[in-house]
C-alpha cells in the first residue's frame, strides 16, 4: 500500500493534456530562434541503475534510451487487429494520449521496472493473455525505446531496433496497476502528430484550426473505437479462460529478438 501511495503521489507529477497544449503552443514552427536548440545544463539527480541483465538481453542503446531520455511520453492501445486503419505503435492501435512522463516517475519506473530484483521473473513464465494498456516511448535525440505494460497479465514488454523481449512482472502487479490507476484520467484523444504539424510526438488537439481538421479526418477511427469498446465488454470473461495469445502467443518461451 505505501509503494502504491508513492507511486500514485509521483504520477500526479504527469502534465495534463491541456497545460503540456500550452507548453507546446510556440512549437508548431520549424523555424525556431538562433541558438534555441542548446540545452542549458542542469544539475544531475542519480538515476537508479537498471540490472545487468536487461544490458545483456537488450543492449546498451536499449537500455540508455530510457535511463537518459530526454523526454517520454504515453500512449494509451488496443491489443492487435487486423481489422484496425488507424494509427498505431508497433503495430498495436492507439487508443489516446496520456501524458507526458516527468524525471521524477521516469526514474521511478527504472527503479521498480528494472533495478528492483525479485520485481522481475527473468526465468519463470507466466500463463496468462498479454492485455495491452499503455505504452511509454522514452525519447533520446532521434532514438528511442518504448515499453509497453500489461494488465491484469501482468507483465511488460521493451521494444528497440525491431526487436522485443517480454518480462513477468507478477511480482511488481501493484505498481503497474498503480501507474494505469494514475493515468487514466489523463487521457486526451490521439492524432497524428505529423497530421497536425507537431515538433513533438503529442498528438493532441492544441487549437481550433487542428480540431478542424481532426474532424474531417478520424471518423472511421472513431468508430472502429467504439465498435472494439462494446465488443472488448463481452470477450473478457471469454479471454480470462484462454491462455493463448500475443495476443496468440503465452509468455512462455518468448523472449529475443523477432
Not at 544539475?43 to 545487468?52: G, H, R
Not at 515499453?147 to 521493451?158: E, G, K, R, T, Y
Not at 481538421?213 to 470477450?235: D, F, G, L
Request: include cysteine; charge should be neutral.
Amino acid at each position: 500500500m505505501k509503494l502504491q501511495t508513492m507511486l500514485l503521489a509521483g504520477l500526479c507529477c504527469l502534465y495534463s493534456t491541456a497545460v503540456f497544449a500550452q507548453a507546446v503552443e510556440g512549437v508548431q514552427s520549424f523555424s525556431q530562434p538562433e541558438g534555441s536548440w542548446r540545452r542549458e545544463a542542469q544539475p544531475q539527480k542519480e538515476t537508479p541503475k537498471p540490472q545487468q541483465r536487461f544490458y545483456d538481453e537488450l543492449g546498451k542503446f536499449a537500455i540508455d534510451n530510457i535511463v537518459n531520455s530526454e523526454q517520454a511520453f504515453c500512449y494509451e492501445v488496443f491489443p492487435q487487429n487486423a481489422e484496425y486503419e488507424g494509427y498505431t505503435l508497433n503495430s498495436f492501435p492507439i487508443r489516446g494520449f496520456c501524458g507526458v512522463i516527468g524525471e521524477e516517475v521516469r526514474n521511478m519506473i527504472i527503479q521498480y521496472f528494472m533495478a528492483t530484483e525479485g520485481n522481475v521473473l527473468f526465468d519463470q513464465a507466466e500463463e496468462c493473455i498479454i492485455e495491452p494498456k499503455i505504452i511509454i516511448r522514452f525519447i533520446r535525440g532521434v532514438d528511442y525505446t518504448d515499453v509497453l505494460l500489461s494488465s491484469p497479465c501482468h507483465s511488460f514488454a521493451i521494444f528497440y531496433g525491431g526487436g522485443v523481449r517480454l518480462y513477468n512482472f507478477k511480482p511488481g502487479a501493484p505498481i503497474i496497476d498503480a501507474i494505469l490507476k494514475a493515468l487514466a484520467p489523463k487521457h486526451a484523444e490521439f492524432v497524428s502528430p505529423a497530421l497536425l504539424n507537431q515538433l513533438m510526438p503529442v498528438g493532441v488537439v492544441q487549437n481550433e484550426q487542428q480540431r478542424r481538421i481532426v474532424n474531417r479526418r478520424s471518423e472511421p477511427i472513431r468508430k472502429w473505437t467504439q465498435k472494439v469498446e462494446e465488443e472488448a465488454a463481452k470477450k473478457a470473461e471469454e479471454n480470462k479462460k484462454n491462455n493463448s495469445g500475443w495476443n496468440k502467443l503465452k509468455l512462455r518461451g518468448f523472449g529475443g529478438n523477432n
